[in-house]
């Protein structure tokens, strides 16, 4: 069992940056890929971005792509989203996901509130 728990939201307005952090209970850390997603309410989950592993690896939705960056720190048992130029449209509940895949999420995060003014 891998316990994650999400920290960094806020509010922040249009144009501004949020750094997001995960922190993961898991002794084998460097062994899932992880993720973020977001929700908005009425909405499906999202993929955002997620990293391998070795942190090799990234993939990022078109959306985010240039704005957004995935990164982990294996000594450290975290992923961080650096969230840049951000847009009213980002808005969201991010969830941080843990898995052995990019196609499979085991374990998620109770998730974290980014609010982007106009």
């Known amino acids: 069992q891998v316990q994650l728990v999400e920290s960094g939201g806020g509010l922040v307005q249009a144009g501004g940056s949020l750094r997001l952090s995960c922190a993961a209970s898991?002794?084998?850390?460097?062994?899932?890929?992880m993720a973020w997603f977001r929700q908005t309410p009425g909405k499906e989950r999202e993929f955002v971005a997620a990293i391998t592993g070795s942190g090799g690896g990234m993939t990022y939705a078109d959306s985010v792509k240039g704005r957004f960056t995935i990164s982990r720190d294996n000594g450290k048992n975290t992923v961080n989203l650096q969230m840049n130029s951000l847009k009213p449209e980002d808005t969201a509940v991010y969830y941080c996901a843990a898995g052995i895949s990019f196609n499979g999420y085991l374990y998620w995060g109770q998730g974290t509130q980014v609010t982007v003014s106009s």
């Open positions: 898991a002794h084998t850390f460097s062994i899932y890929v």
